[in-house]
């Protein structure tokens, strides 16, 4: 089984809403910094949500503050992100990441500071 499973991708009109979910292990879960990233091919990774355990603090890319909410579930072990007026250029494929608790109040926001990553999936939006 992969430790962390995204799901609820899919293919949207601009202005339309997509909700996405990971589903992680106890042990990924438990992990006190988790994200979402998106990454469209030939470019690089880009940052687009995190959240720390206590969930006090969110932070989000430059490109999707406003639009976008990142949420967790610690009972269930879920990580959500509901995006909403979607844009072409949200087009990509989105991974959810876990990472240490000293990522999450960092100023910027980078992948290879998460551990671990799931497979993604894909969202498409079109004009």
């Known amino acids: 089984q992969e430790r962390l499973v995204e799901s609820g991708g899919g293919s949207v009109q601009s202005g339309g809403s997509l909700k996405l979910t990971c589903q992680a292990s106890l042990y990924d879960y438990s992990r006190d910094c988790m994200a979402w990233f998106r990454q469209v091919s030939g470019k690089e990774r880009e940052g687009v949500a995190r959240?720390?355990?206590?969930?006090?603090?969110?932070y989000y890319g430059d490109h999707v503050k406003g639009r976008f909410t990142i949420s967790r579930d610690n009972v269930k072990n879920v990580l959500y992100l509901e995006m909403t007026d979607l844009k072409p250029e949200d087009s990509a494929m989105y991974y959810c990441?876990?990472?240490?608790?000293?990522?999450?109040?960092?100023?910027?926001?980078?992948?290879?500071?998460?551990?671990?990553w799931g497979q993604g999936t894909r969202v498409t939006v079109s004009s």
């Open positions: 990441a876990s990472g240490h608790a000293m990522v999450c109040p960092r100023s910027d926001f980078r992948p290879t500071d998460f551990e671990t």
């Open positions: 959240i720390s355990r206590a969930a006090g603090s969110p």
